[in-house]
């Protein structure tokens, strides 16, 4: 069947949009048929004839024209769109105009752009621009031009972006000549810009996008871009983006923003985007913060990003508004701005906006990086797509998993209880769509805007063999995409997915380049390994190995691959001993099967002459370059100590003659295993101790902060020789005392050897006692340096002198009077003691101490007794025991071992028992000529026991003499003021005083004054006696003045019975 | 408010049977003091600074007991009993008496076989506790050396009680070299210990130790550091004592045995509730009479006679404080009371011959928002500008100690101007007024200034009650014996608010109760202590009073 002539028709109508199309065919045999298609345009048409069976071109042709009248007369008509909405037949008849056919996109676009459009409701301009400009249409860029200055602003703003991304070189000629401008250089494109888009300098959004359309025209036009930017960058910023290097501008531009620099730079450095700013602006906008004042400026490099289709730049804005939540959200139009409700949009529009990224915003900004990508793929431009969907997925990592959660709910219906899964990257909306749109494991639904499980998959199943991404054709277009993933990605999901999508393209897995392969073997991730061991297995040629590819396949995190690559180097493992890197491989490799493999290969082959120095060098180069700071540094630790123990065990000869310097470089290394090795190194080495620079033993002693590297190092600088090391006292005595326990436990053993060397002990001792006796600065160093002094150095402590070893004792810190405790028995001579040197030991706290002291009293007793008011100090001892000892020690003395004045100084203690020990002596040794200085001296014993003592002797010893009277007044007033006390002492006193008052007038004198003032107390009983002694005083002694009137009784009668016995 | 002191060695007394060597170790940052003399008055001395130490460790305020122990006990027996019950209902109660029986003779064992460790235990507990015991002591105590006297102070540990020992040189005898100044002494128990042994047959060294400032060489520790961080309420308080002896006071003398007979009614009887206060009760010419509440016991001093020219009646609490004045009895010639009012503090100054010892007393035992408000005592009480203020200290620095006319004379300042200034300096600490002598002298209690704008009031309710009470917005509308005691109510005027306050202090002037309108209150009721309304209004009900 021919195609003869077609008619297309197209009727709108309100909401209706169909066509009619009109077929004439000829069949076999000069006979036609008539059919048609109608339907919705753009949808599935229908199809329909006229003729049930062939007729002859004359009736057919009638029929045709019939019915295309007939649908003209209901308002169809012939139309170009009716033409699109066509199937695609060729038309053979030389009739079909050419103005019926359908045009292509880009034609209508181009047709919209020029204003032809023709259809009733026109295409919006703006969208066509927009449209033009994701396209990048070069051919749009004439009437784009010519558009400019045609509308609002947003016209302008979508014009100005097409022209953007379609424009090159020539457009900046075109413009200049558009706007009837004289011809002008590109780098007076700036100075004129309002000429040439009128409206940039009105609206800073057209400025923004205006710039970025010049930016793109060119790199002189850019050029010109850069130096307008750079001049408007402040002083500081503007030197180092100039001066550079990269790092040092990253450095400044950190500071300059910590001090409160606008975040407005961030956009004119991305307008620069020179090698020397870019990563200092990607570090910027990885860290700065959301806020406002700074969040604009984040915006419209997200803007700019997206027309530049800067994928890094796009990719990592995008993840971090995925990370950030927003700072506000509205309701009912208003929000709280410092405590007070506020019009959000108005606030918004202010250019000092206290609020940004609020929750519509961050919602915009999430859907707008998969709406992008959507775009693009629906334009079918897989390498934009790819280039951009790279970006967006380059910067998660696993670090950015959360944990999988899940929440059951009871389902009333089913009446079951339903649980929902999230996966660990379920909060990432770009990124699931990318990865999963077509996955059977996620789905996007419900309010949640999270990748929730579908029905039966739960996190932690089996993935599904099929392919789950958005748009896997374009993939297959790109795959260089998957490769630069599986490269650069650091996030599990990301690589699943590209390694199954590389395995769909086998024909570019074929081809792929055996550097290729290592790197995907080098990957830690196991499925990219695989693959990659997959294509090893394919391309390995055991005739011609290739040793960069067995030594990758060695270290790859797959152990089949792993074991493989064992295997083959035991086919010939002559050849492969050559191989210098792939031994250095295998003894430094991550994985501990392959460095015990790589150690047995090395200690059973021999090497070739001269390979094992350059395998050292080389070796140490890999060590060097460990990472220490990683997150895995324990794996970086272990393969550093056991590839060091390898190149220990197998080249101890070579080793010891390294280069110091490299030693040095591996001293400073940040591992631990780096410096032991550097450690062990030296110790064997053939440079003797003592010609070792010294700062390279410091850097191993001293400086690093490993306690083997340290101990290690305190053993090297060991190895110095005696006469080395008795110079250098001063840094012995500091290990020996150093807060750091290795370092003391290390210099112990070379103090053992030297302790052996006499003057040694004397010249550590002393500095050692010193470190007892200060104040510890950190725990355990006095127990170390007391258990130094008492194994190590015991010999040299015998020219400890008695005074040191006392000071020892004195101390308050129990290690120095622990080894004053063992000295004092060993070093001090118990005659060259003092007597109160020995009544003070019996205080201490140490029992040894004390029984020491006891000992010295027990066999000392001469000594004693010449000095018994010092001895008698060690019944105040602190310590029981000590009391007990010293009660029964002086309870056997002699009457003639004590003076009065010692057994008064026992009284005067202030313990009880100690004063009725003292007591009891005097009562004991008491004799009748000291009586009245016995009195005396007890009398002015402040406790009450001891006063109501000397009342015993008041009656002996002080009647009859007015001199003794007034000595002992202060001791009267003293026992009669006690308060509610002291009743039998207070008793003897009125009594003795009632009865000295008779002797003398003086005497009376003396009591009347003090029973005066006693008088006036409130105890009836105290009250009573001194107005009896006052009665008896004013009875002997009438003119003694006296506060009472004593009042003869009356005679008193039976009748009248009244009792008055005196008045005060 | 943390004070930091560096002391050369420890203090030390060394007696032996002939002779007493004091010698205390002073704070060796602050400039050098010093001061070498030998006792003369030594009994005095030993039982005035006995007095000075019993203020030190003086801690009156109320420590609930602790019954865990008892609880315990009480419910382990509760126990039992129930065993008891269903032992007599069980028909195997035969078989659980054997047990109970077995299981008792077990303890029996048990405890006797842990006996000993028990017993160890404990005594090493003990020793801990005396071995650390000079941690309990608050802040050291204070001297001055004085061109005229030495004087100590000291502020018990619980922020009451103010005691100070001033010793004029007549005391010593061969007087070595002195340095003018104040500085803080190292104390601890042990000294105390060794200050009983003080008699007048043995010579007594007294010395401030100026060896504290020469370099030690020695690498011994000789250096004796002591970090102390002092509740602001104690440095309060202590401010708060010394600056109300600038005020004007009610004083009068009382014989000895006047105060032997105030410990006496104390000792003798011991009160179960309140009010717990004495009564002073001074008519003019008429012999001093004290009231003991709650029996109303009368004590009448008959030797000592009240002087002043008008009537008062003054009641005080915290009166078991002045047991601290019993070891001076014996020895004091009389003691002079210095009162400044109901519910203030007061002063008692025992004279000891050449010695004095004045024991202060702030208004209550505790110190605590029950009884607050007393920020009056550190409010200013004239205006004086910083140069005057300057001016006056400097004066007074030059001669160390002054009467404020002879200190307005000599510098040609209006007296009331002086003793402004002079008060702000006693306020923070920088001066003291010697009620015994009746002059200021210098003392600074610390080596830096002390924040006075943190320490005048307790907390901002307070600071907004002084405001209140200023602003005179604080009407006090109804004040009722009550069962209680009196009740307070009123209105206070806070900005545009008026709130209604109301408050009800016990017989022992306590807030037993309180209520008010505020928000502070509905929120906090009294966890927090008072709001400034309750406070303003209380303190209003007072100045009325006044």
Known sequence: MKLIRRVSLGLREGNSDKVYIVDLCEVAGRKFVVNFQFGRRGQALKDGTKTDTPVTEAVARSIFAKLVEEKTRKGYSESSEAAAAAPAARPSERAAPRAGAKPSREEAILARLRGDGGARRPWDFSRAAWRAGELRLKAAVAPLIAGIGGGDVRREYCVLWALARCGDESSFAALVQARKQSPMKPDRALANLEALVPRAGKSPMLMRVALEMLRAWGDELRAAVVQHAQGELPPGLRYAAEQGPAEAFAEVLQRSLAAGESAGVLELLYRIDSPVVRPGLLAALRSLPLLPGSFRAVRHIFKMAECRGDAEVYGLLALRFELTPHNFSVRYNSVYVDGRRTDARKEQAKPDSRLAYGQITRAYLRRRGWATLRRLATLDDAEGYVRMAVGMLLPFTDAHAVEPRTMSRYDYSSRKTVSTHWDRFAPYLAFNHILFENSGRYELKGMTRMWRCRARYKPGDAAPAAREEAYPALWDRMPVGLLHLLSESECLPVHEFAVKALRANKAFCDELDLDTIVMLLGRPYEVTAQLGYELALARYDASNPDFELVAALASCPVALARQTARTWIDVDRARFAGARDLIVSLVLSPFADTRAYGRALLMSVVLPPGVAESLIARAIAVMLALPADAPGSEVQEARAKEGADTLLRVFARPLRSLGLGVLHDLARHPLAAVQGFAAEVLLAHEVRPEDLPEELIAALAVESQFPGVRSLGVRLFGELPDEVLLQRVNLLLAFATSGLADQRGAIRPVLQRLARLPSFGELLVPPLLVTLLTKEEHEGVHSSVLALLKTDLAAALGGVPKDAVLRLLRSKHPAAQELGGILLARNVDPATLEVGEVARLASHEILSVREAAWKFYRENKPRLVADMSVAIKILDAAWEDSRRFAFALFGGFEEHDFTPDVLVAVCDSVRPEVQAFGRELVTRFFRESQGHEYLLRLSEHPSADVQLFATNYLATYATGSLERLRQLEPYFLGVLSRVNRGRVAKARVFAFLTAEAERSPEAAQLVATLMTRQSLTMAIGDKAASIVAMVAVAGRYADTPLPIVVKQPPLWTRKDRKEVPGGV | ?546
């Open chain 2, 1 to 546: 408010m943390e004070f930091e002191y560096k002391y050369h060695g420890s203090t030390a007394v060394d007696s032996s049977a002939r002779s007493t060597n004091m010698s205390f170790s002073p704070d060796t940052r602050r400039e050098p003091t010093y001061f070498r003399g030998e006792l003369q008055q030594s009994l005095e001395f030993r039982e005035a600074i006995s007095a000075l130490n019993a203020v030190v460790v003086s801690d009156l305020r109320y420590k609930p007991k602790d019954k865990t122990a008892y609880k315990a006990w009480l419910a382990q027996q509760e126990q039992l009993n129930w065993q008891q019950v269903a032992i007599q209902r069980s028909r195997n109660a035969a078989q659980v008496k054997d047990l109970q029986g077995e299981l008792d003779r077990l303890k029996a064992t048990s405890n006797s076989r842990m006996a000993g460790f028990y017993a160890a235990r404990q005594k090493y507990f003990n020793y801990l506790y005396k071995k650390d015991l000079d941690a309990w002591f608050v802040l050291d105590p204070v001297i001055t050396v004085h061109p005229d006297e030495v004087f100590f102070e000291c502020f018990s540990q619980d922020e009451s009680t103010y005691g100070r020992l001033g010793a004029s040189y007549e005391v010593f005898k061969n007087i070595g070299e002195f340095a003018c100044g104040t500085t803080n002494i190292d104390y601890s128990a042990d000294l105390y210990n060794e200050f009983q042994k003080i008699r007048r047959y043995k010579t007594t060294m007294f010395q401030v130790d100026p060896s504290g400032f020469e370099v030690q060489t020695t690498a011994e520790d000789a250096f004796k550091e002591l970090k102390i961080d002092l509740p602001d309420s104690w440095v309060r308080g202590f401010l708060q004592v010394s600056s109300a002896m600038t005020l004007p006071t009610v004083s009068f003398d009382l014989h000895p045995m006047d105060v032997h007979n105030l410990c006496f009614v104390l000792r003798r009887y011991k009160e179960k509730s309140g009010p717990r206060s004495l009564r002073y009760i001074l008519k003019p010419g008429q012999p001093v009479q004290v009231v003991f509440e709650p029996w109303n016991r009368v004590v009448t001093f008959p030797r000592s006679p009240y002087l002043g020219d008008k009537e008062h009646e003054i009641r005080v609490w915290g009166r078991r404080r002045l047991f601290i004045l019993e070891r001076l009895i014996q020895l004091a010639r009389k003691f002079t009371v210095h009162l400044l009012g109901s519910g203030l503090p007061s002063f008692y100054i025992a004279d000891l011959g050449h010695m004095n010892f004045t024991l202060g007393l702030s208004g209550w035992t505790a110190n605590d928002w029950s009884q607050a408000g007393n920020f009056d005592l550190m409010a200013p009480r004239a205006e004086v500008d910083e140069f005057t203020k300057r001016r006056v200290f400097d004066g007074l620095k030059k001669q160390w100690f002054a009467a404020p006319e002879a200190l307005a004379r000599s510098l040609d300042i209006d007296r009331s101007a002086v003793l402004a200034a002079l008060g702000i300096y006693t306020q923070a600490g920088r001066a003291i007024y010697d009620l015994n002598k009746q002059v200021y002298r210098v003392r600074e209690l610390s080596r830096d200034p002390l924040p006075m704008g943190k320490l005048r009031f307790a907390n901002e309710r307070e600071q907004a009650a002084e405001r209140l009470v200023g602003g005179k917005t604080v009407q006090v509308r109804g004040a009722d014996e009550v069962a209680g005691g009196l009740r307070l109510r009123g209105k206070v005027k806070d900005g545009s608010r008026n709130y209604e306050p109301e408050l009800v202090i016990d017989r022992d002037q306590r807030l037993a109760s309180a209520t008010c309108t505020c928000n502070f209150y509905t929120q906090n009721k009294l966890y927090k202590g008072p709001c400034e309304h309750i406070l303003a209004l209380r303190i209003q009900h007072r100045r009325t009073q006044a």
